[in-house]
Every structure is written in C-alpha cells, then in structure tokens.
C-alpha cells in the first residue's frame, strides 16, 4: 500500500469511530428522556437579576468550569438529555431558592433548594478529573431519580464555603426560618 492509500483507510476509521461515538450518545439521550423526569428551569427573574447585576447571593459568585450531571448509579453515567451533558465555562450561584450554574453557551443549570440532598468535594466526574478535591459535586433530585453534578471553581479555595453552604441550604429545606447559612453573609452580585 501506498501513503495516499493509507491516509484515506486512517481517515475513513477516524469518520467511522466519530460517527459511532455520535451514535451511541444520541441512542443514550433517547434513552434517558424516555426514563428520566424533566430537568427544572432556572427562574427568569433570577437569570434577569444576575444579567443586571442585582442578584441578591448568599455567597460570591464562583467562577470555573460546568463539567457534566450524571445520575447517582455511577460518576460516569452522564446526563446526555439536552445540552445538559455538555461541559461549558460558567459561574455558579448561590441563591436562597437554590443553585445557578450559568453556562456560556449553553442553558444554566438549576438546582432548587428543596432538591438539594448533598454537596462535598470530588475527585472527578464524567468529563472531568482532577484528582484530590478538585470538584464541587452537588447532590440532588428530581422525583425520584438523584443526579450529581459537577463544577471545578477556578479558585479551588471557594470549596470551603461552598461545601457548608449548600448543605446548609439542603438542611435548610425544614428549617421555617429558610435557607440562610450562617456563615455565608448574603451579597449583591457584582460587590
């Protein structure tokens, strides 16, 4: 065989194993709508009071990187639905009804306050791995299916008031007093 044929038999496997890999994330997304619930929409009044700068947050924005949801059976079983599986650059917000992980790109990710189950430090999630501590994973549901979803603060110090507050805003979900953590001071974005 000559080079020329043998650049166009690499190149003819290369479309093959994409066009496969497109494939088999399409077949996963047809799968899991058919199972899984509808992801909740952020409120539009908060995406305008963020857009306008006058949210008001329990703690500072964070900014980073949107790494993937992925349901509770595995770190790897990625949420395909939409374009939630998709990882984009966003700033994550901490709100008293809930989560704001706004994607470039991309539609924000809402997680409710009455979802919340869990937050703490992982090493990794499907599409990101880090090692040590490297990502903030929230832990939350909707019906009755429970999802992971990941975010690498491009200040990894962040974790350690992010971890506490979102539990507090989890634990917070009886309390009738509300989602105030003690030692997340509430901010205006862009202070």
Request: no cysteine; net charge negative.
């Given at each position: 065989?000559?080079?020329?044929?043998?650049?166009?038999?690499?190149?003819?496997?290369?479309?093959?194993?994409?066009?496969?890999?497109?494939?088999?994330?399409?077949?996963?997304?047809?799968?899991?709508?058919?199972?899984?619930?509808?992801?909740?929409?952020?409120?539009?009044?908060?995406?305008?009071?963020?857009?306008?700068?006058?949210?008001?947050?329990?703690?500072?924005?964070?900014?980073?990187?949107?790494?993937?949801?992925?349901?509770?059976?595995?770190?790897?079983?990625?949420?395909?639905?939409?374009?939630?599986?998709?990882r984009a650059d966003a700033t994550?917000?901490?709100?008293?009804?809930?989560?704001?992980?706004?994607?470039?790109?991309?539609?924000?990710?809402?997680?409710?306050?009455?979802?919340?189950?869990?937050?703490?430090?992982?090493?990794?999630?499907?599409?990101?791995?880090?090692?040590?501590?490297?990502?903030?994973?929230?832990?939350?549901?909707?019906?009755?299916?429970?999802?992971?979803?990941?975010?690498?603060?491009?200040?990894?110090d962040d974790y350690d008031r992010?971890?506490?507050?979102?539990?507090?805003?989890?634990?917070?979900?009886?309390?009738?007093?509300?989602?105030?953590?003690?030692?997340?001071?509430?901010?205006?974005?862009?202070?």
């Amino acid at each position: 065989m000559n080079r020329f044929t043998l650049t166009l038999l690499f190149l003819a496997v290369l479309a093959l194993l994409v066009l496969l890999m497109w494939w088999g994330y399409r077949n996963r997304a047809r799968r899991q709508a058919e199972v899984l619930p509808p992801f909740p929409d952020a409120p539009a009044a908060l995406l305008a009071a963020i857009s306008d700068g006058t949210a008001v947050t329990l703690l500072p924005p964070s900014t980073g990187v949107y790494a993937s949801t992925v349901t509770t059976a595995s770190w790897q079983d990625r949420v395909a639905i939409g374009d939630i599986g998709f990882r984009a650059d966003a700033t994550a917000y901490l709100v008293a009804d809930g989560v704001l992980i706004d994607r470039v790109g991309a539609t924000a990710v809402w997680i409710p306050a009455g979802a919340v189950r869990e937050a703490r430090t992982e090493a990794g999630i499907a599409g990101k791995v880090m090692g040590g501590d490297g990502l903030l994973v929230v832990r939350w549901a909707v019906d009755s299916h429970e999802f992971d979803t990941g975010f690498r603060a491009d200040d990894k110090d962040d974790y350690d008031r992010w971890v506490p507050a979102v539990r507090a805003l989890s634990s917070s979900k009886t309390s009738p007093s509300g989602p105030t953590p003690t030692d997340a001071p509430e901010v205006r974005d862009g202070e």
